[in-house]
């Protein structure tokens, strides 16, 4: 990752109560944006993610994942969200996720999304996901995949990186 | 425009070798840490094939565990270990290569369980190399104010470096 005055923090949310989801807006200007998710389940379930509040068909991802003891790949199409997670994260585990979107404002491609999810008490997991958009990504949607909250003191915070 | 990603402290081991890399009295006015390595030893503890670093977190190994994703060039497999080490090039691996890392960790001062990432790969001109990616977790509830990255067997040789930053959100 780039350092110096280009890495610019955009927002970050401590969650004081329990909430289904944490959205960011308002983030133009940037090149690229990097994303810190550590947040805190209140059952088991996969961190998952969508752009522009999108619920269509529009999403796949491709992934690998250690569960500790075996390294497998799969790949879902035509999904409504990004799941960043496979075996699931339960309340006693503290995950964390890093999300980098390149070029996410651009107005001619679609949008992949780089992650890395890190559970030490389930799974290692290094994926990519697509968004099948052309438009500029304006709002990011983070939550649960079973629809539950995330749980007080869950953290999120978004930096914008600036080519010039 | 806020200088978010600040240098606070780096090493570059010097000719004589060096055991461990510390990086003490880290202040807890940032909210994520990141560390840069290059690293090399100069002893292969694990049959002769490569080096370990080992982490340790406020002067202790203990209650370190991870879960590793791990990729030889020629297989992935998945290990877990009650540990924060990793594999680094060693004497055995092509001279002059330096095994490169990044280690993120977020909400690092806060009062919950510590969990952090490391991508970390070793390269050389053979058969066999490993790149891992670790999900890491430091069970304890205090902040981070030190960080030691140690050779398992030998000494970090010349020219492995560490550099740490300190990283805030606003």
Known sequence: MAAGSTYTPIATTTLGSAQAT?????????????????????STSNFQMTFNSDSGSNYSNTILVGNGSTAVSDRQSNQTRIVAGYNGTSSSQKPMYQISLMNY?????????????????????AQVGLWRSTSAITSIQFAMQNGDNFQTGSTFTLYGIQAA | MANTFELISSTVVGSGGAASIDFTSI??????????LSLRTNNDPDGGSYGICAISI????????????????????SFSFSNAQFPVDGSANTASTFANGSVYFPNYAGSANKSFSIDNVMEQNGTTTYMALIAGLWSQTAAINQLTFSAVSGLFVQYSSAYLYGIKNS
Request: hydrophobic letters at 35%; charged letters at 10%; one cysteine or more.
């Open chain 1, 22 to 42: 944490v959205s960011f807006n308002s983030f133009s200007g940037y090149t690229d944006i990097y994303a810190v998710c550590a947040p805190l389940f209140g």
């Open chain 1, 105 to 125: 404002a651009n107005t001619s491609t679609y949008k992949t999304a780089l992650i890395r999810a890190n559970n030490a008490g389930s799974e290692t997991i």
């Open chain 2, 27 to 36: 202040p807890s006015t940032y909210t994520d840490l990141a560390v840069a």
């Open chain 2, 58 to 77: 406020n002067g202790s190994t203990a209650n370190l565990t991870q879960r590793r994703l791990q990729g030889s060039g020629s297989a992935a497999s």
